[in-house]
């Protein structure tokens, strides 16, 4: 029986392919770069649900949206991250990289070669973005060391444990029932939602739900 893969792909050592996974918001942008992958045998394309090395994204625009889908596809799959996406405004950057994306790839530039480069470095813990990016990141942090301001408020983000106490408010759950529920003492769900709002500068309970969500917590 004959392979359907290119003899390449077929003979390829599956311990040294790359697993990724392709998330975008239309059907024809992810089939269009899984596509482009399939036919390179360093790449092993997995579904949704199956574990990744990598996580593929892409995006036309990093609205709040876009940003909220990033965090929580890392967080959930535990992936390094490739962003493909149209524009990156500067005051975007550095929440991009909180992210875990380890490498950017502009949409205009999504050739397959381009693609796998971005995947297979990004699978080794190394980075890459376009020369442009790269030099506003590195105005930017520059910038934030002279005027001594402190990181933004999402690179502090909340804890495991911070994360199991604002899920279950969002969910209506007293401080009593919270307590319970996670076996905490009252005291302790208490200041745990004390030391979140303090320290993200959260007005309350709804303003620290809402922040989870906007971020991609819960």
């Known amino acids: 029986m004959s392979s359907s893969l290119p003899p390449s792909a077929a003979s390829a050592p599956p311990a040294s392919r790359v697993r990724v996974a392709v998330n ?3 059907p024809i942008s992810r089939e269009g770069v899984r596509s482009q992958l399939r036919r ?3 790449v092993e394309l997995c579904e949704d649900s199956g574990p990744a090395t990598v996580a593929l994204l892409i995006e036309d625009v990093l609205d709040e949206a876009a940003l909220a889908r990033l965090r929580r596809t890392v967080r ?3 992936s390094r991250a490739v962003l493909v996406v149209g524009t990156v405004r500067e005051n975007e950057l550095l929440d991009v990289i909180e992210c875990g994306v380890g490498a950017i790839v502009w949409r ?8 796998v480069q971005a995947v297979m470095t990004t699978a080794k813990g190394g980075g890459d973005l ?11 942090v520059g910038r934030l060391h002279r005027t001594g301001t402190d990181q933004p408020t999402s690179f502090r983000g909340l ?5 199991d106490v604002v899920r279950l ?15 905490y003492s009252e005291r302790t769900v208490k200041n745990v939602m004390h030391g979140l709002t303090t320290r993200l500068h959260l007005r309350n309970r709804s303003h620290a739900v809402a922040y989870a969500l906007r971020e991609g917590y819960i």
């Open 169 to 183: 408010v969002a969910e209506g759950l007293d401080t009593t029932e919270i307590a319970t529920k996670l076996s």
């Open 76 to 78: 959930s799959e535990g």
């Open 108 to 115: 205009r530039e999504a050739t397959a070669h381009r693609l």
């Open 40 to 42: 390179h045998p360093e």
């Open 159 to 163: 804890t495991p444990r911070e994360v």
């Open 130 to 140: 376009p020369s442009d990016l790269l030099g506003r990141l590195i105005s930017q």
């Open 24 to 26: 975008a918001s239309d």
